[in-house]
């Protein structure tokens, strides 16, 4: 075995110990980012100053290290055990590992400046990359660029020997590029070349380079002229994710237009969590035909998540160190794991099983995905909908060929307007449900870049007791003229290109949460107010839509006035005699119910019946309340806990 070989098995076998199984059972991966920011004249030079609101202020390179520092601060709560590190490259200082001007390990990579080494960051990190964001005297100090040509190779390979030394045995690793210069080596064909040889290394370890080019006013960036060959199109940690290529933040003449800042942010936002595929499993299209496919969450609400508790009961606030000990009721006496066994109630008996039985009972077979037909995509409501929807797309890692009949099933699928049924196990002992297999079209951007690739979406169709019964509405039929001024209304308050971007509209009670545990860590002032983008912009809808809505209004009120009129008078009916006018319609009969407090001994005598289904839900809530049994639920519910009250009794 060669020297290479078993490095490659070493690092594999360290690669497998760093992933982690949470409770869901996913695989959890570590995640090691570098920000590498160009610094040159380009990247320094600030917009024309104006008065526009949404002006830019920053320049390209203050941007990407305000992006930087707005990524560390959610990572270092969100992702409390992944690195970050922030290179700056162009610059006239170096340095790399504690080395500067060419002292220590900083003379081999010229013009290359670590500011935050590669490693979990700390609140000192944080705070040192907000001075220098913050602090014009000091980012001037160090965003100095350099006159000298800068090497692609050069940075590459000090990339490399970050990672290889501070995360080695990562499996995620990742080199986020920051440039504005489409072709740094425009005139030199060996040093391309050695660029690309260093970039083929950094992916040969398993290193994936992200580019966020910036484009100049007046000058677009063309990944043809050099990142072709440096940036390759497919992640190597999961070569069958979908992941669209980064559009070119744009920088704006006149400062006016989209913030430099917010599109930076958009960008990154998007590539920030590596795709890792939630299962991969096989998809059974007929008898002895199955191909491989990945599944994604592309969509997905995020919550806190806790690391771990903290204990500020005294001095200074401790990691609590928690332990469960589960004691018998009766006895108070110690209860072992191999003692607890698992029960359920049926017919009033309590009936125990082992895990080896549970795990059977658990058991519906290999996780799977089975088409078992195909329906018109007509017959799917928005409604069923209730989760959510997994994407998948083809894998070649078991099966060959799995891309070309996956590509056949989805455009087949298309072209006949159909949608298929499938049985649906996602992962072992996981709950087995019916799923609707709904082709998705590829949607481009305004570039020309894709935004969704072509695939197949994964909605799992909900049980009958899922779907709860929706509330009887009496609807009125409007009149056109109200429909049409309505429908002013509607265009007012469309959003821009009619497209609603749940990136742009975070999670106001999240954000707080992450707000406050920053200020706390950063010893910094607890804000009074959270900010909520959630929040209607009251003035612009009152300012574009105000007239029309008022104008709706009144003629809702004439209408209302006029259909009032019309109607004739309602004249008094005594008791006994029906009046002429009302012959057609039904009278409503009063329905006789149960009133007063049933007894326990009625109570019983209705059980012994078997009457009790006959009873209102409000006299048996009435009841059951007494006796302290649980009202909550459905009517069969509560009858079916009244009648276990008198089969124990």
């Keep these: 075995m060669s020297e290479g070989e078993s490095w490659r098995r070493n690092a594999d ?29 380009t990247m320094l030079q600030k917009p024309t100053p104006t008065d526009g609101k949404k002006a830019d202020r ?80 000091e980012s001037s100090k160090l965003l100095r660029p350099t006159t000298d040509a800068v090497s692609m190779a050069n940075v590459l390979f000090c990339a490399n020997q970050i990672f290889t030394t501070k995360a080695p045995n990562f499996s995620s690793r990742r080199l986020f590029l920051v440039s504005d210069n489409d072709d740094p080596h425009e005139n030199d064909k060996d040093s391309k070349s050695a660029a690309a040889v260093r970039a083929k290394d950094l992916y040969d370890l398993g290193v994936v380079i992200e580019l966020f080019p910036i484009a100049k006013p007046g000058h677009g960036f063309d990944r043809s002229r050099f990142y072709d060959d440096i940036v390759y199109r497919s992640s ?60 994604y969450i592309l969509v997905k609400r995020q919550e806190p998540v806790r690391t771990c508790y903290v204990w500020v009961g005294g001095e200074k606030p401790q990691l609590a160190i928690s332990s469960t000990t589960q004691l018998a009721e009766d006895t108070a006496k110690t209860v072992e794991k191999s003692e607890v066994r698992k029960a359920y109630k049926f017919g009033g ?147 821009p290109k009619a497209v609603y971007d749940p990136i742009k509209y975070p999670n106001p009670s999240l954000q707080w949460f992450y707000r406050i545990l920053q200020a706390i860590a950063l010893d910094e002032d607890v804000p009074d107010k959270a900010e909520d983008k959630t929040i209607p912009k009251y003035r612009q809808i009152d300012k574009r839509a105000g007239s029309y809505v008022v104008t709706w209004g009144n003629e809702l009120e004439q209408t209302a006035q006029k259909l009032s009129s019309l109607r004739p008078p309602v004249k008094g009916i005594k008791r006994g005699s029906e ?55 459905k009517k069969a519910d509560l009858i079916e806990r009244i009648e276990e009250y008198f089969e124990n009794k």
Excluded at 26 to 34: E, F, I, P, Q, S
Excluded at 250 to 267: A, C, H
Excluded at 386 to 413: C, H, M, N, W
Excluded at 431 to 447: I, M, Q, S, Y
């Design 13 to 41: 076998e360290a690669q497998e110990e760093e992933e982690e199984v949470d409770e869901s059972g996913y695989k959890t991966v570590k995640d090691a980012v570098l920000f590498a920011i160009d610094v040159s004249k």
């Design 58 to 137: 920053d320049s390209p390179t203050s941007a990407a290290l305000k992006c930087a520092y707005q990524l560390m601060q959610q990572r270092i709560i969100s992702n409390p055990n992944d690195m970050m590190g922030i290179l700056l490259f162009g610059t006239e200082k170096s340095k790399l590992h504690g080395g500067e001007d060419g002292s220590g390990t900083g003379m081999s990579y010229p013009n290359c400046y670590l500011v935050s080494d590669l490693d979990v960051p700390s609140a000192e990190d944080v705070k040192r990359l907000r001075n220098l964001v913050e602090d014009d005297f």
């Design 236 to 295: 190597t940690g999961e070569p069958d994710a979908p992941a669209p290529v980064s559009t070119a933040a744009k920088v704006s003449s006149s400062g006016d237009g989209i913030s430099l800042l917010q599109s930076l942010l958009s960008s990154v936002n998007s590539k920030a969590a590596p795709r890792r595929a939630a299962f991969s499993l096989p998809l059974e299209i007929a008898p002895g035909l199955k191909i491989g496919v990945k599944g």
């Design 349 to 495: 008996e309590t009936i125990s099983f082992t895990p080896e039985e549970i795990t059977q009972i658990r058991s519906f077979g290999d996780p799977t995905l089975r088409i078992i037909g195909f329906k018109p995509a007509s017959l799917l409501p928005v409604w069923a909908n209730t989760r959510p929807a997994y994407f998948i797309y083809p894998s070649e890692t078991d099966f060959i060929g799995s891309t070309r009949v996956f590509s056949a099933l989805q455009q087949k699928l298309l072209q006949d307007d159909k949608i298929g049924l499938a049985w649906f196990i996602p992962r072992r002992n996981a709950t087995p449900t019916l799923a609707a297999l709904v082709p998705g079209e590829e949607k481009l951007g305004d570039d020309g870049d894709q935004v969704i690739p072509p695939g197949l979406w994964i909605v799992q169709l909900p049980f009958a007791d899922d779907i709860r019964q929706k509330p009887e509405i009496i609807l009125t039929r409007t009149t056109d003229t109200l429909t049409d001024m309505m429908r002013i209304v509607i265009q007012q308050l469309q959003l």
């Design 579 to 633: 009046d002429p006018d009302s012959a057609p319609t039904k009278r409503l009969k009063a329905v006789k119910t149960d009133s007063g407090s049933m007894t326990d001994n009625d109570m019983k005598k209705r059980y012994a019946e078997k009457s009790i289904s006959k009873l209102t839900v409000p006299i048996l809530k009435e009841w059951a309340s007494s006796k302290h049994i649980p009202i909550d639920g």
